[in-house]
Nanobody
Framework: QVQLVESGGGLVQAGGSLRLSCVAS????????MSWYRQPPGKQRELVAS????????YVSSAVKGRFAISRDNAKNTVYLQMNSLKPEDTAVYYC???????????????WGRGTQVTVSS
């Protein structure tokens, strides 16, 4: 099994910055895509940014483009989300997602973290 644990959320004023981290652990064989999703209060979960196994960014939501950046450290099985110029509308629970193989598995699976709360005050 693969576990994802997010950290770095919190309360910040508008215009501030936060850096989220997500560490994958467990019986990892390989990880393909790693992504960040968010779910604002009363709304559906949405994709924020995604990075390939090579570390390249292959998606950034138009709502955060130019303010957020995703990066990966494959040696640490970790994905980061640097969030700058935060706005109240960025308030949400942020979830880490990974697609990959656990040791001994022949097919990839989707894995989710439990989420970390980000609250941006105006």
């Amino acid at each position: 099994q693969v576990q994802l644990v997010e950290s770095g959320g919190g309360l910040v004023q508008a215009g501030g910055s936060l850096r989220l981290s997500c560490v994958a652990s467990g019986s990892i064989f390989s990880i393909n895509t790693m992504s960040w999703y968010r779910q604002p209060p009363g709304k559906q979960r949405e994709l924020v940014a995604s990075a390939t196994s090579g570390g390249s960014t292959n998606y950034v939501s138009s709502a955060v483009k130019g303010r957020f950046a995703i990066s990966r450290d494959n040696a640490k099985n970790t994905v980061y989300l640097q969030m700058n110029s935060l706005k109240p509308e960025d308030t949400a629970v942020y979830y880490c997602y990974a697609n990959g193989y656990s040791s001994g598995s022949n097919s990839p699976r989707n894995y989710w973290g439990r989420g970390t709360q980000v609250t941006v005050s105006s």
